[in-house]
């Protein structure tokens, strides 16, 4: 089980030295993939719930651009995937986001993974202009529209929410036929996503037993739409606690390998912190400590 680290993006990290800075020093220990997560806009008041309970930062948290950064991360590095956890759909045009994931998949020279999901922040959505109730409509639709540009030679749509025709779209991506989509979230409608448009599912932070019964229901969404159960990769992000550059380091491995025994293939870490040197802190206990011991797991 491979084991990905969050990119600096927010706060301090939100500087070009600390994305250059963290890059290189992931890239010197073979952490083997680096993410990001979607937001663009911080509304100061919040109808939904955030997934694990309340939004963690302030309105007015630097916060950077996440496809912007994997730009960056994709010509800063040479050996890691890249990947989002994950890209809010409705928050872009599909035709431009496919353009920007295709140049992103051409920079990095093919180690792009597109993680995907509906969103939860309606005013968010709203600000971005996504209809919000209609998010998971708009979402099918939109990773059609991402096929169809990456892999027909004449690229033509006509949908609910998106439409055209007679256009040409290049480049196409490096890998093929297109970046793998993992689809995040775990509600009867994101399983299903998984099955009919992803490659893989990114599963929301949860512990073990949790994941073990979404497990069950994402195999049965699959029987039922009879997708071999194995032709879908299982990632899962989970952030570490504050304080675990000094606590215990056992309950972390414990539950990672708890994860590695429910068939996950990938997990990503996400330790973002106040300081640039905390995180490198956190990411050398992370590949030198707890990776070898989760190996052994």
Not at 150 to 156: E, F, K, V, Y
Not at 242 to 253: E, K, L, M, T, Y
């Amino acid at each position: 089980m491979k084991l990905g680290c969050h990119l600096p993006t927010m706060g301090a990290g939100a500087t070009r030295e600390a994305l250059l800075t963290f890059c290189r020093e992931a890239e010197q220990r073979e952490v083997p993939s680096l993410w990001v997560s979607d937001h663009v806009i911080f509304p100061r008041t919040a109808t939904g719930r955030y997934p694990g309970g309340r939004f963690p930062w302030e309105p007015d948290t630097p916060y950077l651009e996440p496809v912007a950064v994997l730009g960056a991360a994709a010509v800063a590095t040479t050996k890691a995937r890249i990947g989002s956890s994950v890209f809010i759909l409705g928050h872009r045009h599909p035709v431009v986001m496919a353009k920007m994931l295709t140049t992103i998949d051409a920079l990095s020279s093919g180690r792009l993974i597109v993680g995907v999901g509906v969103g939860w922040w309606e005013e968010e959505l709203t600000i971005l202009g996504a209809p919000f109730h209609q998010r998971g409509r708009q979402a099918d639709e939109i990773l059609r529209v991402f096929k169809e540009l990456w892999t027909s030679d004449n690229p033509r749509f006509e949908g609910e929410f998106y439409r055209f025709s007679d256009v040409g779209f290049a480049p196409k991506p490096v890998q093929k036929p297109h970046p793998p989509i993992w689809v995040g979230g775990d509600s009867p409608g994101a399983l299903r996503r998984v099955v009919a448009l992803g490659d893989g599912w990114h599963a929301t932070s949860k512990p073990p037993e949790e994941l073990g019964k979404s497990l069950l229901e994402l195999r049965a969404a699959a029987d039922a739409a009879r997708r071999p159960f194995e032709t879908i990769e299982l990632s899962i992000r989970v952030a570490l606690r504050r304080g675990i550059a000094r606590d215990s380091r056992q309950a972390v491995v414990d539950q990672l390998g708890a994860y590695k025994k429910l068939g996950l293939t990938h997990v990503m870490l996400d330790f973002r912190r106040d300081t640039l040197g905390e995180m490198l802190e956190i990411l050398d206990l992370v590949t030198r400590e707890i990776r070898p011991a989760v190996d052994r797991a």
